[in-house]
């Protein structure tokens, strides 16, 4: 079993940063592709960005440019760095650590960013 835990999460204005972490237990992070989704209120949950097992990045086109994924293999953690919040980015943040059978997801940390 591996459990995911979210942090990071917070209220921040436009323009501002905040880094989100994902903390894995267990031993097959190093061999796991791991995301980041987000679902905003009354909208379907959407991938975010994703950092295969060699480093490999992709992220949704609103992101680009602005979010940063990696991962610390040493600290089975995850990170999205975020800058120049916009208030679209306002939802809650899900980890996603996934293989060959198993899939598993971290329990979401709000990200809220005011006007």
């Known amino acids: 079993q591996v459990q995911l835990v979210e942090s990071g999460g917070g209220l921040v204005h436009t323009g501002e940063s905040l880094r989100l972490s994902c903390a894995a237990s267990?031993?097959?992070?190093?061999?796991?592709?791991m995301s980041w989704y987000r679902q905003a209120p009354g909208e379907q949950r959407e991938l975010v960005a994703v950092?295969?097992?060699?480093?490999?990045?992709n992220y949704v086109g609103s992101v680009k440019g602005r979010f940063t994924i990696s991962r610390d293999n040493a600290a089975n953690t995850v990170y999205l760095q975020m800058n120049s919040l916009k208030p679209e980015d306002t939802a809650v943040y899900y980890c996603?650590?996934?293989?060959?059978?198993?899939?598993?997801w971290g329990q979401g940390t709000q990200v809220t960013v005011s006007s």
């Open positions: 996603r650590c996934y293989g060959m059978g198993y899939d598993y």
């Open positions: 267990g031993s097959i992070f190093s061999r796991s592709a």
């Open positions: 950092i295969a097992t060699g480093g490999g990045t």
